[in-house]
């Protein structure tokens, strides 16, 4: 560990301004990036007596050896600039809150022609519109069933929607009237839009004039005498109202706000009623006085921040991840409610202020429904953490226990935090490529995956490929700590920088794994040790896991290493090499499959690159595009009468392939 004394600034050399400042290891890696009103003051208490420090600040202070700062002119500056730092360097020090992706969401696909809604978990996408996240998937599912019936939008997937296309036909929710059809022609884009339009309207919380509109139309029909149609919005009616009875009603002003909520819950002071290692927090979106959804997340407490600076921390992240142009939700409220102010709570205001348009209130609810609604968060952020820990204590202990057995059975000298495996992937000796996959202390860190593309020979040779991709992979780490090395650091004696000198930015591959694995036995390797050899790499472990057995072969060794079948380590290192064969041949398979689409079209007049990719987008495979009529050609955007028939034409002219089952050897048509 360093000594922080050895790279404290000099009296006088940090100004008494507002800024953000970062500490950095002896790598260059940023570990912790913090602002302050006084960068002098918050500075300097860093370096003061050790024993006052908290355990987690002087775990900091002696893992960094360089502290930079940066001057700004006001505070709203400063958050810009710390988040703007902690999204890019994600420093281990600094809070993290980490989204639980098992909340779903209402996902309305507006960018298509026909927009479609659904359940979907996970991040959002570019393009669609959302709503919620909720607590039950089978609750929204239920609500969506309802107003179906009320708003007949398109719900299916685009398989099954291109074949009713096809057959013209649709699917039962269009004969029982949950679908307007559009699929076969029953309404146009535009008036299935507006029906899209109703339903995004209500789900944001506009529901009463959906309600009066209704009414307005069922008074009609009765009048007209029209009464199966009157009976039918009737219908409708009741199904809005049971609809809109699955949200319960928090205020009756039709208030709109974010109620936050911390676990362990923070005293009157700010500070949290225990000192733990990890805490969760819970937001209610409350719109138009409903709870329209919940969210989940879960930070490694990493400092000692009290309560204020959590929850600061917290909405920054939130905030700026926001999507302030979905015009049916606003993304910010008008008012958020919290267990603790933050520490800069006029600069976050005036920031959110600017960011929604219009005035934002960040304040603690002291009594009536709204301080209620707070104690209701805390309960549910108090069991999410009860959750997360019971799940994190087993998973944590098992990767452990993994990643020590792996240790004693390599003799390594301490445990492979990170590893890296290699697969190659062809078929017949075409398309040859190779993945590279890296776990992080047992957890897939799916940033960090690459692909390769073999192009040092023709044919199948996979010992030559992995020796090419190791090559590859290691001459790159040199270049770039090469590249990176500061000037007069090698006289120095310390190892090369790990992100760049100028602009702090991590590498793609500057980072040392502590263990690589080859997908394969001796062969691969041999190859893969004998490029590392070449390249002067010698503080790297190496083995390859072969699948017939699952024998761990090392290099030079006659005998394979035989593992358990109940260790952990070997589970680990399968689960290692079943990821990277899944990634190559996820590869593998988008490559042949362009390919083969261009080779078949290759002599189409006309038909660039830029078609032929919009055909394979278009109907996934070429044996759906061998299948297709020359109008759903013609229907592809781009294409007309005249280049659907060349198309037809030269998938006619040349016959059908031979396809392999990898698995079975059998020979199958295309």
């Avoid at 994600?90 to 659904?118: G, Q």
């Avoid at 976050?348 to 005035?359: I, V």
């Amino acid at each position: 560990m360093a000594d922080p004394q050895s790279y404290r600034p000099k009296p006088g050399a940090i100004p008494d301004r507002p800024g953000v400042y970062r500490f950095s290891d002896e790598r260059g890696r940023v570990i912790y990036v913090g602002k302050a009103k006084s960068l002098r003051s918050r500075l300097n208490s860093y370096f003061a007596d050790p024993t006052g420090l908290h355990p987690r600040t002087y775990a900091m202070v002696n893992t960094a050896a360089k502290v930079q700062w940066t001057v700004v002119q006001t505070e709203v500056e400063s958050l810009q600039l710390e988040y703007s730092w902690i999204k890019e360097y994600d420093p281990r020090f600094n809070i993290k809150y980490r989204d639980d992706k098992s909340y779903p969401w209402l996902a309305v696909t507006w960018s298509e022609e026909f927009p479609r809604v659904h359940v979907g978990r996970g991040a959002k996408r570019k393009g669609n519109r959302y709503f919620g996240p909720y607590s039950h998937a089978w609750a929204i599912r239920e609500t969506v069933d309802l107003l179906l019936r009320v708003f007949p939008m398109r719900s299916c997937s685009k398989g099954v929607f291109r074949n009713a296309q096809q057959v013209g036909r649709p699917c039962l929710l269009g004969y029982i009237g949950k679908c307007s059809a559009p699929c076969v022609g029953r309404v146009s884009a535009d008036e299935h839009r507006e029906i899209v339009e109703d339903f995004c309207r209500f789900m944001a919380g506009q529901t009463a004039p959906v309600e009066r509109r209704m009414k307005r139309e069922m008074q009609q029909a009765s009048d007209n005498l029209e009464f199966e149609k009157a009976a039918r919005i009737r219908d409708d009616l009741g199904a809005l109202k049971r609809a809109m009875e699955k949200n319960a009603i928090a205020f009756v002003d039709g208030t709109d706000a974010d109620v936050v909520a911390i676990a362990p819950k923070p005293d009157g002071n700010g500070a949290l009623d225990e000192d733990p290692l990890e805490v969760a927090v819970q937001i209610f979106h409350v719109r138009g006085g409903r709870v329209r959804g919940e969210r989940g997340w879960v930070a490694d407490r990493a400092d000692d921040a009290d309560a204020g600076e959590l929850v600061e921390q917290f909405l920054l992240q939130l905030y700026s991840e926001a999507d302030s142009d979905d015009p049916d939700q606003q993304a910010i409220p008008r008012e958020i409610l919290v267990p603790a102010l933050p520490p800069s709570k006029e600069s976050l205001t005036e920031l959110l202020t600017e960011m929604r348009g219009s005035r934002v209130d960040i304040r603690i609810p002291q009594r009536g429904d709204k301080r209620v609604l707070m104690d209701t968060v805390a309960k549910n952020a108090e069991e999410a953490l009860v959750r997360h820990k019971t799940v994190r204590a087993q998973d944590l202990s098992t990767r452990n226990r993994a990643l020590e057995e792996i240790q004693t059975a390599l003799e390594l000298p301490t445990p492979p935090l990170r590893i890296e495996c290699y697969d190659i992937s062809n078929l017949q000796g075409t398309e040859v490529v190779a993945s590279m996959v890296v776990f992080e202390d047992g957890l897939p860190r799916k940033s960090e995956y690459r692909r390769f593309v073999i192009k040092g020979f023709d044919g199948q040779n996979d010992v030559a490929a992995m020796h090419e991709v190791i090559t590859r992979r290691f001459k790159r780490m040199l270049d770039e700590q090469r590249a990176m090395q500061a000037p007069g650091e090698a006289a120095s004696g310390e190892g090369p920088l790990l992100v760049d000198p100028t602009t702090g930015a991590p590498k793609k591959f500057a980072y040392t794994p502590a263990l690589i694995v080859v997908d394969g036995g001796p062969p691969q390797v041999a190859a893969a040790d004998a490029a590392m050899t070449e390249l002067g790499i010698n503080d790297v472990a190496l083995c390859g896991l072969a699948k017939r057995l699952e024998e761990v072969w090392l290099p030079d060794e006659e005998d394979p290493l035989i593992l358990p079948r109940s260790s952990e380590g070997l589970y680990l290192l399968q689960r290692i090499r079943d990821e990277a064969h899944r990634f190559a041949i996820t590869h593998h398979r988008s490559r042949r499959s362009k390919s083969m689409v261009e080779s078949v079209l290759d002599q189409v007049p006309g038909l660039g690159e830029v078609r032929r990719k919009a055909l394979l987008s278009h109907f996934g495979s070429l044996k759906k595009l061998r299948a297709a009529r020359v109008e759903d050609i013609a229907a592809v955007p781009g294409f007309g009468e005249r280049t659907a028939v060349a198309v037809k034409a030269a998938l006619d002219d040349k016959p059908n392939g031979e396809v392999i089952n990898t698995a079975t050897g059998e020979i199958t048509s295309d």
